[in-house]
T-cell receptor
Framework: DQQVKQNSPSLSVQEGRISILNCDYT??????FLWYKKYPAEGPTFLISISSIKDKNEDGRFTVFLNKSAKHLSLHIVPSQPGDSAVYFCAAGLLYGNNRLAFGKGNQVVVIP | DAGVIQSPRHEVTEMGQEVTLRCKPI?????LFWYRQTMMRGLELLIYFNNNVPIDDSGMPEDRFSAKMPNASFSTLKIQPSEPRDSAVYFCASTKGASGGSANEQFFGPGTRLTVL
């Protein structure tokens, strides 16, 4: 049973425009959410996170929005750059508790120069 | 810091053979995770260890899969006998511990691409 769902497996966007990735979760106990970025032949690397006490966290060109009532989060990349072309994984877990994370299937983003 | 180290990076084997994947977590991290990535299922957690003790192996698909962590700096994932459907990329990740906040950020190794013919 997929506790974290990422629909729209691929996204193509023009350089300089905004990329928006969406993620839904089913477990209301989750209170910590992360986005990972993965290049081919590499492991996922941490990008940005948010805890449930916030509804927005920003880091440079990357912003994560959390809507707890809808069990939905999104990642905005603006402006998108060719180097952002990668697979993005949404993950969710417990801020205090065990260390395990549930991951979505990932979204492929292609930024067109 | 060398990061999480995995070996081999690529493994091609024949059905029925034993496969052993290796992982060295980041020094000082006390939790270690094994994941399998496939197109169909994305990143699946197979098993994780806390302080070298297996905590949850519910993701291990079958008895053919086993994992060990004999010490804080080494873990293995073994598949015996291997089957073509085991073909995937296997990732190892580590994290500092359950103290909350950034402790939940997992650091991934580069993965082992396994192909079972």
């Amino acid at each position: 049973d997929q506790q974290v769902k990422q629909n729209s497996p691929s996204l193509s966007v023009q350089e300089g425009r905004i990329s928006i990735l969406n993620c839904d979760y089913t477990n209301s106990m989750f209170d910590y959410f992360l986005w990972y970025k993965k290049y081919p032949a590499e492991g996922p690397t941490f990008l940005i996170s948010i805890s449930s006490i916030k509804d927005k966290n920003e880091d440079g060109r990357f912003t994560v929005f959390l809507n707890k009532s809808a069990k939905h989060l999104s990642l905005h990349i603006v402006p998108s750059q060719p180097g952002d072309s990668a697979v993005y994984f949404c993950a969710a877990g417990l801020l205090y508790g065990n260390n395990r994370l549930a991951f979505g299937k990932g979204n492929q983003v292609v930024v067109i120069p | 810091d060398a990061g999480v180290i995995q070996s081999p990076r690529h493994e091609v084997t024949e059905m029925g053979q034993e496969v052993t994947l290796r992982c060295k977590p980041i020094s000082g991290h006390n939790s270690l995770f094994w994941y399998r990535q496939t197109m169909m299922r994305g990143l699946e957690l197979l098993i994780y260890f806390n302080n070298n003790v297996p905590i949850d192996d519910s993701g291990m698909p079958e008895d053919r899969f086993s994992a060990k962590m004999p010490n804080a700096s080494f873990s293995t994932l073994k598949i015996q006998p291997s089957e073509p459907r085991d073909s995937a990329v296997y990732f190892c990740a580590s994290t500092k511990g359950a103290s909350g906040g950034s402790a939940n950020e997992q650091f991934f190794g580069p993965g082992t691409r396994l192909t079972v013919l």
